[in-house]
């Protein structure tokens, strides 16, 4: 191609191009743009708009706010004398119920644990227990109270624990001491075993057995002798019943200790008892303790309680429907 002639062809190009801008230029500055509104109303809390203006060096200005100011609840007071009244009430009515009960009741906690006077009692308390299983009653109150001994088929205390039916059993040996000591087919015949707290018999044994034989011998009521069977059960007195074929047979044992009383003493009672009498032909005397039933009192009522008994010719449920 011509030489001149491509010099004058982009000339015109670059011309037309020139012009090209010059008029978008022009047309965009014509161009108005469109206002747009970010809020439709005056915005809540901000902080109105002010003119800079020169003001002196250290001058302090303060600017209006939208914020509408907030309204201020008035709390009532509580009364500090209302507050003491009722701590005082509650009080109260907790050292009644504590009067009413030796239970732990409104101890109290120190955080998530028991307070340290708590959590030492109740140490105590669980130490007195296992102490009275595995403890042993004082031959001294035996040999007092002029008891023989004799022994279960149990050979230890955890044998006696896991093998209740060996506790209701004499042993071959105490069969043959029992019925060559005792008197046969007394009225009364009396039984003392530790069971489960030697402890019980240990505290109550002498009081309770003393005051039941005076309250028998005033009642012209026959007694037996008396022995001290080691590790029974209730149900010991089914055979011993065979064995003397007493009227009535009494077992005074020690129950089962809790975090309350580890020396709780029992008397159960029935009228001609057989193995195989059932549970509901026994009566039982429980709670013979000093927060209970006085040792004392408790061997007097047996006393009455034998009586009736012998009256009737019946024991536990039968007694009760003889009775009326």
């Known amino acids: ?51 800079v203006t020169a003001t002196p060096v250290g001058e302090v200005k303060f600017y209006q706010s939208n914020e509408a100011p907030k309204k201020v609840e008035e709390k009532t007071p509580v009364s500090k004398k209302t507050v003491s009244l009722n701590d005082e009430k509650k009080e109260s009515y907790l050292a009644e119920l504590r009067k009413k009960t030796p239970s732990r009741i409104a101890v109290g906690r120190a955080g998530s644990r028991p307070k340290t006077n708590t959590w030492l009692q109740f140490r105590f308390d669980h130490a007195a227990a296992v102490d009275a299983v595995y403890g042993e009653v004082p031959q001294e109150i035996l040999d007092r109270l002029n008891f023989f001994q004799v022994h279960t088929r149990v050979q230890d205390k955890e044998e006696y624990i896991r093998r209740p039916d060996l506790g209701r059993r004499l042993s071959d040996e105490s069969k043959e001491m029992v019925l060559e000591k005792c008197k046969r087919s007394p009225k009364v015949q009396i039984v003392a075993s530790n069971g489960l707290s030697a402890k019980a018999l240990e505290e109550n044994l002498e009081d309770v057995y003393l005051s039941l034989e005076q309250s028998l011998k005033n009642l012209n009521i026959d007694l037996g002798t008396t022995f001290y069977v080691d590790k029974g059960r209730v149900a010991l007195m089914d055979e011993i019943g065979e064995l003397l074929q007493p009227d009535v047979v009494i077992i005074l044992i020690g129950e089962r200790p809790g975090l309350l009383s580890a020396e709780s003493l029992s008397a159960y009672i029935c009228y001609k008892p057989r193995v195989g009498t059932i549970e509901a032909d026994r009566m039982v005397v429980s709670n013979i303790h000093k927060g209970g039933i006085p040792a004392v009192e408790a061997g007097a009522y047996l006393g009455t309680l034998i009586q009736k008994i012998l009256k009737y010719e019946a024991s536990g449920v039968s007694l009760v429907k003889k009775e009326g």
């Open 1 to 51: 191609m011509n030489e001149q002639l491509i010099e004058q062809i982009t000339k015109m190009v670059v011309e037309k191009l020139q012009m090209s801008n010059v008029n978008t230029n022009s047309q965009d500055k014509n161009q108005e743009q469109p206002m747009i509104n970010l809020y439709q109303k005056e915005p809540v809390n901000s902080i109105a708009e002010a003119k």
